[in-house]
T-cell receptor, first 113, second 116 residues
Framework: AQSVTQPDIHITVSEGASLELRCNYSYGATPYLFWYVQSPGQGLQLLLK??????LVQGIKGFEAEFKRSQSSFNLRKPSVHWSDAAEYFCASNTGTASKLTFGTGTRLQVTL | DGGITQSPKYLFRKEGQNVTLSCEQNLNHDAMYWYRQDPGQGLRLIYYSQIVNDFQKGDIAEGYSVSREKKESFPLTVTSAQKNPTAFYLCASSFQDGGYSYNEQFFGPGTRLTVL
């Protein structure tokens, strides 16, 4: 069965610093990969997705992610974090043959001013 | 505006009572999903439906039931058999292409259920 691992439960960065959130997946073939963001008490919003092609994908709010097959990773990055980026971030995968997303356990981002 | 609505936002229930959470979408999506979210556990799939009048169990279906009588609606009932129902419940929907669903899921704002 496929699984998604987000090794970092909680990350704190200073405003203006760069950010990288880690995500690893386990699946034999290339899955479809997603990053979502959730503000407290809210639903999830899609930041970006990877299906195929260019391994560096751009998303909303200045986020990007890079798919690395050799490392089974899909890490999320942002060059300069804003205080409004404080939220919980979820990585998810879908093999495409089933109508289900498998989520990681999430990384909570705290931004200090 | 197109989107997914969930109601109510907060719900309180006494032990032993069944309760139904509403989920409606006007995005014309074929597939709909229910997730449960607990702190530190991410989202876990309860049930999903790819077409009207059909649905499948997810990873944690015990103690829950659903129906899909209309394309726009996918209500979730939390029954008294669910041992620990206090959680945040999220509904989502997506397009479906020929049995595959590599399209992103769109999420509603969630319902927080508390058992008293």
């Amino acid at each position: 069965a496929q699984s998604v691992t987000q090794p970092d439960i909680h990350i704190t960065v200073s405003e203006g610093a760069s950010l990288e959130l880690r995500c690893n997946y386990s699946y034999g073939a290339t899955p479809y990969l997603f990053w979502y963001v959730q503000s407290p008490g809210q639903g999830l919003q899609l930041l970006l997705k990877y299906f195929s092609g260019d391994t560096l994908v751009q998303g909303i709010k200045g986020f990007e992610a890079e798919f690395k097959r050799s490392q089974s990773s899909f890490n999320l990055r942002k060059p300069s974090v804003h205080w409004s980026d404080a939220a919980e971030y979820f990585c998810a995968s879908n093999t495409g043959t089933a109508s289900k997303l498998t989520f990681g356990t999430g990384t909570r981002l705290q931004v200090t001013l | 505006d197109g989107g997914i609505t969930q109601s109510p936002k907060y719900l309180f229930r006494k032990e032993g009572q069944n309760v139904t959470l509403s989920c409606e979408q006007n995005l014309n999506h074929d597939a709909m999903y229910w997730y449960r979210q607990d702190p530190g556990q991410g989202l876990r799939l309860i049930y999903y439906s790819q077409i009207v009048n059909d649905f499948q169990k997810g990873d944690i279906a015990e103690g829950y039931s659903v129906s899909r009588e209309k394309k726009e609606s996918f209500p979730l009932t939390v029954t008294s058999a669910q041992k620990n129902p206090t959680a945040f419940y999220l509904c989502a929907s997506s397009f479906q292409d020929g049995g595959y669903s590599y399209n992103e899921q769109f999420f509603g704002p969630g319902t927080r259920l508390t058992v008293l």
